[in-house]
């Protein structure tokens, strides 16, 4: 009769453990999704800021704020692309010269630098113009 009786609290205690596990794994996968949905709404926070902020203070753009703003999107999709996939290619070969600090350290300046030269001229001269400021030329 023990016997029985701790193989049912053995029973009981391993399926209280496995619902225990599933719900962690559950309240896990949530957390995931928060975090991701957090990050994204940060992102689209701040690049929205950035673009009304940069557009009207910086460069006084007078263009259509429709094609600016498509404009501006597609260039802050592929620099976040090639600012997530160049650092895979080049970590390697950098840490393996120069060590995990000091290859991360440049990584990480060399890709806001890059983005930062790319981003400056698309948005002076492409995206966010002054057009009463563009001289007519004569051909």
Request: charged share 15%.
């Amino acid at each position: 009769m023990k016997e029985k009786v701790l193989n049912n609290d053995l029973s009981n205690h391993k399926n209280k453990t496995f619902g225990q596990f599933i719900l962690f794994l559950l309240f896990s996968m949530v957390t995931t999704v928060v975090d991701i949905g957090a990050f994204t709404l940060s992102f689209i926070i701040s690049q929205t800021f950035n673009f009304f902020i940069q557009r009207k203070a910086t460069f006084k753009a007078t263009n259509n704020i429709i094609y600016s703003g498509i404009m501006y999107f597609l260039m802050v999709l592929i620099v976040l692309f090639f600012q997530i996939w160049i650092p895979t290619i080049v970590r390697q070969p950098v840490i393996a010269l120069v060590g995990i600090k000091w290859g991360e350290f440049l990584i990480k300046n060399v890709n806001m630098t890059l983005s930062f030269l790319i981003q400056f001229p698309m948005n002076k001269w492409i995206i966010m113009r002054d057009i009463h400021s563009i001289k007519p030329t004569i051909w």
